[in-house]
């Protein structure tokens, strides 16, 4: 049984950065494709980032593109999403997600684990 902890959410102002991290146990973490997701109230679910377990392709969204930066540590069974240059709009409950082998994909049907969520807030 696949389990994701996520964790580094927090509130921060506009502009500021907050690093988010999901660790991964009950399986060979580095043979799954890991992604982050977003859902703010009220709107549906964002893909936000993924990256790949065979040889590091990462996919973004357009919006937070040269902002966000996703990577993983397979040693620690961890994925992070580093988030600079937060804006208000980017406040969301933040999703780790798993599926087994490639590629990336920002379909969250895909994705066969969820973590439970790690709230970001970003005050203007």
């Known amino acids: 049984q696949v389990q994701l902890v996520e964790s580094g959410g927090g509130l921060v102002q506009a502009g500021g950065s907050l690093r988010l991290s999901c660790a991964l146990s009950g399986r060979t973490f580095s043979s799954y494709t890991m992604a982050w997701f977003r859902q703010a109230p009220g709107k549906e679910r964002e893909f936000v980032a993924a990256?790949?377990?065979?040889?590091?392709?990462?996919n973004y969204r357009d919006s937070v593109k040269g902002r966000f930066t996703i990577s993983r540590d397979n040693a620690k069974n961890t994925v992070y999403l580093q988030m600079n240059s937060l804006k208000p709009e980017d406040t969301a409950p933040y999703y780790c997600?798993?599926?087994?082998?490639?590629?990336?994909?920002?379909?969250?049907?895909?994705?066969?684990?969820w973590g439970q969520g790690t709230q970001v807030t970003v005050s203007s």
């Open positions: 997600a798993a599926k087994s082998g490639f590629p990336p994909t920002t379909n969250g049907h895909a994705y066969d684990y």
């Open positions: 990256i790949s377990w065979r040889d590091i392709t990462t």
